[in-house]
């Protein structure tokens, strides 16, 4: 292959410089042309919405509803196709038209710096128009923010007060357990109070009759039966003590 000098290459360029320069200026022109009469400019709006952790002092459930993690829920919400009509409607009240499938190309929303906030940005070709967007969008963006967090809290009262109904009901348990083991306390002092006394009383009808029965008025059958009886007593309480 045979190789062109730079002479050549100069001479080559001067003899086509009408070619080359007709189509410099018909590119120019051209690009200018796009951009005046065919391009559609584009207009840029953006919004910043700061999110809240919640803080009930519950420890693991504050960590699990912190500002990332509700900026990453809200995110998925507000990505929903519904969302975006409640927008247009929205945007229709102040004469703003435009679908919510457009919005939908519209509209995006991103994380902030450090998750604690939710940037929505609007591209729009309509100048005065891309601020509401951006701005509704918005608002309607915090409304959703307050509803969620409203809805987490009163799921963690219901959860709060389904442990307190728990709790309520092991300490009336515990309490009743309580009030039995009491009962039977006294239940048992009373049989060995009453157990002492007849066996008491057995020693002393036992010891009359070894004496003879002096002073107490009874024959020796009747102390035979009260300490037949007695003895009879005693089997029966050491039973309950047994039962």
Sequence with gaps: ???????????ILYRNKILIIGIIIASVVL???????????????????????INTGVYTFDQENHPGAIADALIDKVRDPKFMEQVSKALAKNDVKISGTELG????????????????????????DVA???????DLLSEHSAIYLKDKLQQQLVTVGDQMKLAKANAETALSQYNEYL?????????????????????????????????T??????????????????????GKFVD
Excluded: W
């Excluded at 509401?132 to 918005?138: K, M, P, R, T, Y």
């Excluded at 002092?189 to 070894?210: D, F, H, T």
């Excluded at 020796?220 to 050491?238: F, G, T």
């Design 31 to 53: 690009s200018v042309a796009y951009s005046f009469f065919i391009a559609v400019p584009m207009y840029h709006a953006r919004v910043e919405c700061e999110i809240n952790g």
């Design 132 to 138: 509401q967007i951006a701005n509704i969008a918005a």
């Design 105 to 128: 190309r519209t509209i995006t929303f991103s994380k902030g710096i450090e998750g604690k906030s939710i940037i929505v940005s609007a591209k729009y070709s309509v100048k005065k």
């Design 1 to 11: 292959m045979e190789e062109i000098s730079f002479k050549e290459l100069v001479g």
């Design 183 to 215: 009962n039977g306390s006294e239940s048992v002092s009373r049989l060995q109070s009453e157990v002492n006394m007849s066996e008491a009383l057995l020693v002393q009808l036992k010891g009359n009759m070894i004496s003879g029965n002096v002073g």
């Design 217 to 238: 008025g009874k024959s020796q059958y009747q102390l035979e039966q009260e300490i037949i009886d007695l003895e009879a007593k005693l089997q029966s309480l050491n």
